[in-house]
């Protein structure tokens, strides 16, 4: 939780009050309350972060204008996730497994954000997305070059389902169901075993 700075917002300006409140820091929780609940009010979310509704609308007009910065986060944190799995080096199984365990401290909020369709509707959905769909298609689509992948689901197919698979097992691990340290290599077993390349004649 960051430092509750209400009681410099009393006694300094709008700006300070600003400046003393660490806009990722709000971010960060909450992304951590709504991943564990999705219907979390404004003022539910001021409190989780230590600070007060009036600050969190000085940062936030709305619950829309919130919704849409977590989504400016979670694209940033994937997009220095797919940079740290290094996409490019090795074979793409690899790159694959390294992918998986690089997104897990961002599962979380992905989880919430897919399910988000204010998101995803009418002709306003964030150019992102499609920067990151590209990335993870290209890795799908080398291993089906390289003779590893199957070559009869497309590339575009498997990226949705590293998606769907990446926000189900953070649900499943926030309800329990799921061991969090089980989760990367559930994921990548469930995931290469359905889409390696048979080599059986």
């Known amino acids: 939780m960051i430092p509750d700075v209400r009681e410099t917002c009393l006694s300094h300006s709008v700006s300070l009050c ?3 409140v660490d806009r990722e820091e709000v971010l960060k929780e909450a992304a951590a309350l709504l991943t564990r609940r999705s219907t979390a009010s404004m003022d539910e979310i001021a409190r989780a972060a230590g600070i007060s509704r009036a600050t969190l609308h000085r940062h936030f007009a709305g619950r829309d204008a919130l919704i849409r910065a977590l989504e400016e986060h979670g694209i940033e944190q994937l997009a220095q996730a797919m940079d740290a799995a290094r996409l490019d080096d090795g074979d793409a199984a690899d ?11 961002v599962a979380g909020v992905l ?12 002709g306003e959905i964030n150019a992102g997305w499609a920067r990151l769909d590209a990335r993870i298609t290209a ?7 390289e003779g590893d992948f ?6 575009a197919w498997l990226t949705e389902a590293f998606y769907g698979l990446i926000g189900a097992g953070a649900w499943a691990v926030h309800e329990g169901r799921v061991a969090r340290n089980d989760l ?5 077993e469930l995931l290469l075993g359905g889409i390696r390349r048979s080599m059986e004649k």
């Open 18 to 20: 600003l400046m003393a």
């Open 95 to 105: 790159a694959l497994r390294r992918l998986i365990r690089a997104t897990e401290p």
């Open 111 to 122: 989880a919430f954000l897919f399910t988000e369709n204010q998101l995803f509707e009418g």
């Open 139 to 145: 890795l799908f689509r080398r291993g089906q070059e």
């Open 150 to 155: 199957r070559i009869d689901l497309s590339s």
């Open 184 to 188: 990367n290599h559930s994921i990548a």
